[in-house]
């Protein structure tokens, strides 16, 4: 582990504030890809003056963003992590533990609010009905759909993921049901962001997310009753779902 290296993509959209503090908390070993889905605030010269890989992408939306960083990424395992700094990317390396001794397939970070105010009430409400209806839909024993996740990127590319939109988590989970993954999560820390949400910190923001997550489940619904692909047994270790905080 001391001298595996791990692609980290950070999907940026005006995170000048917050990149140096994200790309700063980087363990060794561990690169910084900073995709920039438009931002006018010279994200872009902060993440290359601190050392991050960045990539360019004009086509808006979240899943654009991630596509780009996994067509970038070129190390064995990749991560995801916001570049907000609402999450410190030094808890990555337990979640690529899990997925490098063969525990999961797909680990990820189950977002527990650290500060007052980290979660808006709406985005927490959100995302505790869609993981409800995800656990229904797969049987993955999930309460988040944390967007700090680790995987081999050779997997990842061959789920083939076609959301560009904020749907692209969702599908992820969704495909790797479908492969057979083994999917499972444990807690990491969720602090106040830097800046202002473009997602869910806004009523907006929630709302346009949920609707492209609930189309993808209805999607899913239609076309997995014909097969049932019985997910593989998520490995209970320390700080994993089963009896985490909610």
């Known amino acids: 582990m001391d001298t595996m290296t791990v692609d980290v993509i950070l999907p940026c959209l005006d995170e000048a504030d917050a990149l140096p503090r994200v790309i700063g908390r980087l363990p060794e070993g561990y690169r ?27 086509v808006k939306g979240f899943g654009s963003a991630c596509a780009a960083g996994v067509a970038a990424a070129t190390a064995e395992y990749v991560a995801f992590c916001d570049a907000d700094a609402s999450m410190d990317p030094a808890e ?62 050779a997997d990842l590319v061959a789920l083939d993921l076609q959301d560009r939109r904020s749907g692209y ?38 709302v346009n997310a949920v609707r492209d997550m609930s189309r993808l489940l209805r999607q899913y619904g239609r076309e997995a009753r014909p097969r049932v692909v019985a997910p593989g047994p998520a490995r209970d270790v320390a700080g994993s779902s089963e009896g985490a905080r909610s």
């Open 32 to 58: 910084a890809i900073v995709v920039d889905n438009g931002s006018t605030d010279g994200s872009a010269d902060v993440a290359r003056a601190h050392g991050a890989t960045v990539v360019t992408e004009p």
């Open 92 to 153: 990555l390396p337990a979640l690529v533990a899990r997925v490098a001794d063969g525990r999961t397939d797909l680990a990820l970070g189950r977002r527990v609010p650290t500060t007052r105010g980290a979660w808006a009430p709406h985005a927490r409400f959100a995302n505790r009905v869609l993981a409800v209806l995800m656990r229904r839909a797969t049987g993955y024993r999930l309460r988040d759909l944390g967007p700090m996740r680790v995987m081999r990127r």
């Open 169 to 206: 988590p969702l599908e992820m989970v969704l495909a790797a049901h479908a492969a057979g993954w083994r999917v499972d999560e444990s807690d990491i820390g969720y602090a106040q962001r830097v800046g202002d949400s473009k997602v869910t910190g806004t009523l907006r923001g929630t």
